[in-house]
């Protein structure tokens, strides 16, 4: 299998990747099971590009269900090493507003119960990875990049915050966020990082603002609803070809 030049993992309202061309089926089963979905493969601008829906491409995996593991251990086993990962997610912050593209360089964890790392079985070795920057620096730094050379606007920092979900989180609980440092709220950043990292993947997030998180918009009575989600996602994404362009055709950095 030749290498993948990127593999982009898809969230909430993004489940497939409409300019790939020449596209093939893959779903390889791995130690940790079978991964979301088929994981297509095909060429964007002349390069392999491989594209996952993280929930499945009918969105059938709630948050909390979704074998993380499986699915970044079979984009490897594909050839990928850079992980570019769109989440859907919530804005906390003045600057993360609905339509916002955002490439954050921390996150903190409030999930729980999933399984987090690939040491879990007994007898496998135990991992120590720093976490410090828990988005790879130089692939972060070259998506920022090809905004800018795609002209996308995007917000080049921020603070993600992994909620358990599947349900939208209380106007206290986002309050608390804030207090902690978020900006942004979303359900799927985590465990997937830490396990690209444990993984030796390089990874990087691009958030999508769907909405304002309870309570943070002008508006504190406001009401979400699926659709505005969908309207929102795909307004932000709409630079999104351009970007994917811009990173493939720049040299890759380690």
Not at 163 to 179: D, F, K, S, V, Y
């Amino acid at each position: 299998m030749s290498d993948i030049a990127l593999a982009v993992i898809g969230g909430t309202g993004l489940y497939k990747l409409a300019d790939l061309q020449d596209v093939q089926a893959h779903q390889p089963d791995t130690r940790f099971g079978a991964p979301s979905g088929p994981i297509r493969v095909g060429t964007l601008d002349g390069h392999r590009v491989a594209f996952l829906a993280r929930h499945g491409e009918g969105h059938s995996l709630p948050p909390h269900k979704i074998n993380y593991r499986a699915n970044l251990a079979a984009l490897q086993a594909l050839g990928a090493t850079r992980v570019l990962a769109l989440n859907t997610v919530g804005g906390i912050t003045e600057r993360f507003g609905p339509r916002v593209l955002a490439c954050p360089d921390q996150l903190i964890d409030y999930t729980w119960g999933r399984v987090s790392t690939i040491c879990e079985e007994a007898g496998t070795e135990v991992l120590h990875v720093d976490f410090g920057e828990p988005y790879t620096r130089a692939l972060r730094r070259q998506v920022i990049a090809a905004a800018s050379n795609a002209d996308v606007d995007l917000v080049a920092d921020g603070c993600y915050g992994a909620t358990q979900g599947p349900r939208l989180e209380t106007r206290a609980e986002i309050a608390r966020m804030r207090r902690d440092g978020c900006d942004l709220v979303g359900m799927t950043g985590m465990p997937e990082a830490g396990l690209a990292r444990e993984m030796g993947l390089d990874y990087a997030c691009l958030a999508i603002v769907a909405n304002w998180a309870a309570g943070a918009g002008p508006d504190p009575d406001e009401v979400i609803t699926l659709q505005d989600v969908l309207d929102n996602v795909a307004a932000a994404s709409s630079g999104l070809p351009r970007l994917l362009s811009a990173l493939l055709v720049a040299p890759v950095e380690r």
